[in-house]
Structure formats: structure tokens, C-alpha cells
């Protein structure tokens, strides 16, 4: 009796141990966070059950104050690919791997002004993270293998809110989202699955590419401009548009690169191009090339671009 309880006790144990094994691996998480310079690195190293998730991610900023570890409060945490909540967040077409289901958030905290000198080099009387125009960003992972005309992109979102398209490339390397963006907060390397290009060759329609002009004049229309910057950067859309719609690639790009230049030659004077922690003002520059250049990518894509 006592050598068959034991044997039954010490199976249990075991399994025991192997669920609390299990419970552990799903809460681990690693996120190790560096700061160089204007660079900021993250290497990910999430763990569910048996399986773990790696992921480095790196943002490039333009003049940035106050860059530190705790003031960019990275995080990383792992998703269900499958979630109904997730999804609506994402448009048709375009899902979560479950190879690398890592979503990360990115909100920098508010500094008490106490805690800042104001004395050192890079830093503002506030202590609050600051930046010019538009940070790049680069999400790289070997969970997922790089293909000819790669699925992949990089989406951002407000927290809670509904993920759009950033990328501004995708390399090898396994995979290599990139993307530029005016201001933070979630971000997932997604699968999008949607027609570049809907109907016969030479006779489609450029969904995805027409999609990013309607939200790149959506943000022209919100952001704080004046009226004549306002129309010459309406009008060289407009353009952009137009090629799209008969499907002259060379021209739209060509005249999205003077799109792109007129921003970057505005920022900071007739475009406001400041993002900070306090949230009290609009990265508009930042923003409006982050959208232009992700429609560049679509463009290239549909132009025979890797």
C-alpha cells in the first residue's frame, strides 16, 4: 500500500510540477532595454509554456532630450493571435502571425520637474523625452522567414485603437519591419495577406496604395498648417493619386518624393515638428512622413519592388 501511494504521489508531484513549470513560463518576460546616443535598443525574450519568442527592436530619433530607459517605458508582452478583440483592431486581411505574436507598447512617461537638472547635455529643464520629427523605427525577428514579396509590415496604433500600416521597408535577415512615425504607442510586425492590387494586371485597382493616399490627406487637412502649404501639399497628392489610378508608377513616386522633400524642407517652421511626454503638442512633420513614406513603399511594391 505504502509503495503504490508513493509511486501515485511522486506522479502527481511530478505533474504538479510540470503545471507550475507551465503557469511560470507563461508569465516570464524579458525585456532588456539600452539607450546609445539617439538610439534606443530593445532585445525581446518572451516565454509561453514550452515555446519562447525573441525579437530585437531599435528607434533612431532626431535630436532627443531626456532619452532614457525609464523615461521611453518600453514594454513587450505576448498576444493570442486568435483573439476576436485583436482582430477588430486590425483591418481584413491583415492578422498576426502566431510565430511571433509580440505586441509592443511604447509610452513615455511624464517627469516631475523636480527629478530634472536641466544641466546636462541632451536634457530639458523638464526631464521629459522629447524628439524632432520623425523616429525610425526597425522591428527584427528570426521567428519568421523572409520571402520574395514578404508579407510582413509593421502596424501602430493608440493603445486600444485601430492599427494602420507604417512600413517604410522590409528586409532579410530572417525578417526586418521598419517604419517612421511622428509619435508612439502600440506596434505589431503583422501578416498582410490583402491584393496589392485588385483586378488584371494593367487594368487594377491599387487598393492598399489609394487606401494611405485618403489617410495621408486626411492628416494634410488636420494638421496646423498654412492655407498655401496646405494646398501645394493637397495638390502633389492629388497627383500621386491620379498616376495611381491609371497606374503610372514612375510619375506617382516621382511626385511623392516631392512631397516627402517639401516636408522635410517645413519641419520645424511652416510644419510644427516636436513630439514630447506632456502630449501638449502635435508632431504633424513627424506624422505626415511616416504616412508618405509607407505609401512609397506600397507604390514601390506594386512597381516591382522587393
Same mark, same amino acid.
Given at each position: 500500500?505504502n509503495?503504490?501511494?508513493?509511486?501515485?504521489s511522486?506522479?502527481?508531484?511530478a505533474?504538479?510540477?510540470?503545471v507550475?513549470?507551465?503557469l511560470?513560463?507563461?508569465?516570464?518576460a524579458?525585456?532588456?532595454?539600452?539607450?546609445?546616443?539617439?538610439?534606443?535598443h530593445?532585445?525581446?525574450?518572451?516565454?509561453s509554456?514550452?515555446?519562447?519568442?525573441?525579437?530585437?527592436?531599435?528607434?533612431?530619433?532626431?535630436?532627443p532630450?531626456n532619452?532614457?530607459?525609464?523615461?521611453l517605458?518600453?514594454?513587450?508582452?505576448?498576444?493570442?493571435s486568435?483573439?476576436?478583440?485583436?482582430?477588430?483592431?486590425?483591418p481584413?486581411g491583415?492578422?498576426v502571425?502566431?510565430?511571433?505574436?509580440v505586441?509592443?507598447?511604447i509610452?513615455p512617461?511624464?517627469?516631475?520637474?523636480?527629478?530634472?537638472?536641466?544641466?546636462?547635455?541632451h536634457e530639458?529643464p523638464?526631464?521629459?523625452?522629447?524628439?524632432?520629427?520623425a523616429?525610425?523605427?526597425?522591428i527584427?525577428?528570426h521567428?519568421?522567414v523572409?520571402?520574395?514579396g514578404t508579407?510582413?509590415?509593421?502596424f501602430?496604433?493608440?493603445v486600444g485603437?485601430a492599427?494602420?500600416d507604417?512600413?517604410?521597408d @522590409?528586409?532579410?535577415?530572417?525578417?526586418?519591419?521598419?517604419?517612421?512615425?511622428?509619435?508612439?504607442?502600440?506596434f505589431l510586425?503583422?501578416?498582410?495577406t490583402?491584393?496589392?492590387?485588385v483586378?488584371?494586371?494593367?487594368?487594377? @485597382?491599387?487598393?492598399?496604395?489609394?487606401?494611405?493616399?485618403?489617410?495621408?490627406?486626411l492628416?494634410?487637412?488636420a494638421?496646423?498648417?498654412?492655407?498655401?502649404l496646405?494646398l501645394?501639399?493637397?495638390?502633389?497628392?492629388?497627383?500621386?493619386q491620379?498616376?495611381?489610378?491609371?497606374l503610372?508608377?514612375?510619375?506617382?513616386?516621382?511626385?511623392?518624393?516631392q512631397?516627402?522633400?517639401?516636408?522635410?524642407?517645413?519641419?520645424?517652421t511652416g510644419?510644427?515638428?516636436?513630439?514630447?511626454?506632456?502630449?501638449?503638442? @502635435?508632431?504633424?512633420?513627424?506624422?505626415?512622413?511616416?504616412?508618405?513614406?509607407?505609401?512609397?513603399?506600397?507604390?514601390?511594391?506594386?512597381n516591382?519592388?522587393?
Amino acid at each position: 500500500m505504502n509503495a503504490t501511494w508513493r509511486g501515485h504521489s511522486g506522479f502527481g508531484l511530478a505533474g504538479l510540477l510540470l503545471v507550475l513549470a507551465l503557469l511560470c513560463g507563461t508569465a516570464q518576460a524579458q525585456v532588456t532595454v539600452t539607450v546609445n546616443g539617439n538610439v534606443a535598443h530593445a532585445d525581446i525574450s518572451l516565454v509561453s509554456g514550452l515555446n519562447t519568442y525573441e525579437g530585437e527592436v531599435t528607434i533612431e530619433f532626431d535630436s532627443p532630450a531626456n532619452l532614457t530607459v525609464p523615461n521611453l517605458n518600453f514594454q513587450a508582452q505576448l498576444v493570442n493571435s486568435s483573439d476576436p478583440a485583436l482582430a477588430a483592431r486590425l483591418p481584413l486581411g491583415v492578422a498576426v502571425d502566431p510565430a511571433f505574436p509580440v505586441l509592443i507598447t511604447i509610452e513615455p512617461i511624464t517627469v516631475e520637474r523636480i527629478f530634472a537638472s536641466g544641466m546636462q547635455l541632451h536634457e530639458t529643464p523638464d526631464g521629459n523625452l522629447r524628439f524632432l520629427n520623425a523616429y525610425h523605427m526597425e522591428i527584427h525577428t528570426h521567428e519568421l522567414v523572409y520571402t520574395p514579396g514578404t508579407p510582413y509590415r509593421v502596424f501602430k496604433a493608440p493603445v486600444g485603437g485601430a492599427f494602420y500600416d507604417i512600413t517604410a521597408d @522590409v528586409n532579410n535577415g530572417s525578417v526586418r519591419g521598419r517604419g517612421r512615425s511622428g509619435g508612439f504607442s502600440q506596434f505589431l510586425l503583422v501578416k498582410d495577406t490583402r491584393p496589392e492590387l485588385v483586378g488584371l494586371p494593367g487594368l487594377g @485597382v491599387p487598393v492598399i496604395a489609394l487606401l494611405k493616399v485618403t489617410e495621408l490627406e486626411l492628416r494634410i487637412v488636420a494638421a496646423l498648417l498654412d492655407n498655401v502649404l496646405r494646398l501645394e501639399l493637397g495638390a502633389l497628392l492629388t497627383n500621386v493619386q491620379l498616376a495611381l489610378i491609371v497606374l503610372d508608377y514612375g510619375t506617382a513616386i516621382a511626385q511623392l518624393d516631392q512631397m516627402i522633400l517639401r516636408i522635410e524642407q517645413e519641419a520645424g517652421t511652416g510644419i510644427p515638428n516636436v513630439w514630447r511626454a506632456q502630449r501638449d503638442l @502635435v508632431n504633424d512633420a513627424g506624422d505626415l512622413d511616416g504616412l508618405a513614406r509607407s505609401l512609397r513603399y506600397s507604390i514601390q511594391r506594386l512597381n516591382g519592388g522587393p
